[in-house]
């Protein structure tokens, strides 16, 4: 590929796998250079108590691929007076290549600060074309289009219960509990690794206390040809 050079990488279009969802439904797509205190700045408006109000608006998400700052695109908003506009009820995060651990990292902040969400997660796989144009174009060499599969995550977030028999669900939990008993079981696994050295250290070294020190390197059995 030297003679190549990356023209442009073309995604293939993918349909949320969560159907019958609300038509006012955000989707949110965290690309490896989002922000993500700007996603879920956008997710708070949308899941919080206190929703931005507008009439007649279309949202759309847009995230810069190298650490731009969100931006939310509003049509058609009324100037006249708006009524408060109710928090949406299910939010949907996707995420590919580098993209999915952000994802599942915002999911998981916006669990920690809206209790009670039911979540719905689906893996897949996306195919995304690179095309390659030839550094030459006079070298008679052809333009190359290369086909790579790249795992993606798709994840519903509702306040309403779901589905609980199909897989990837997962109910609301309570964190708090979770975080105790794994603070539990690491102090149980640290204190039982502490007192084993300290075993370790008292059967191994040779000596009791006020015990004789016998010498390093002095075999335990007599010599041979002492009677």
């Not at 998400?61 to 969100?70: C, F, H, M, Q, R």
């Not at 370790?200 to 041979?224: D, L, Q, T, W």
Request: aromatic content about 6%.
């Amino acid at each position: 590929m030297e003679n190549y050079s990356h023209a442009r990488t073309v995604e293939q279009p993918c349909l949320c796998p969560f159907p019958g969802l609300p038509a006012d439904t955000p989707q949110v797509r965290v690309k490896d250079g989002s922000k993500i205190r700007n996603i879920m700045r956008y997710a708070f408006s949308r899941m919080g108590p206190k929703p931005k109000t507008a009439c007649n608006e279309t949202r759309q998400l847009k995230t810069g691929e190298g650490g731009g700052s969100l931006g939310v695109q509003e049509e058609g908003v009324s100037s006249a007076p708006m009524l408060d506009k109710l928090p949406c009820r299910q939010i949907v995060f996707t995420g590919t290549g580098r993209g999915v651990s952000k994802t599942i990292t915002c999911v998981e902040i916006l669990k920690r600060r809206v209790t009670g969400l039911y979540q719905h997660t689906k893996l897949m796989y996306i195919t995304v074309l690179e095309v390659w144009e030839p550094l030459e174009p006079g070298a008679g060499l052809d333009s190359l289009t290369v086909s790579r599969n790249l795992p993606a995550i798709w994840v519903l977030l509702s306040m309403d219960p779901l589905d609980a028999s199909l897989p990837g669900y997962q109910a609301p939990g309570n964190y708090e509990a979770l975080w105790a008993q794994a603070a539990r079981e690491e102090g149980g696994v640290a204190g039982g690794l502490r007192h084993g050295q300290r075993r370790k250290r008292g059967g191994g070294s040779g000596r009791g206390k006020g015990g004789p020190v016998r010498p390093a390197g002095r075999s335990r059995e007599p010599n041979k040809g002492q009677t």
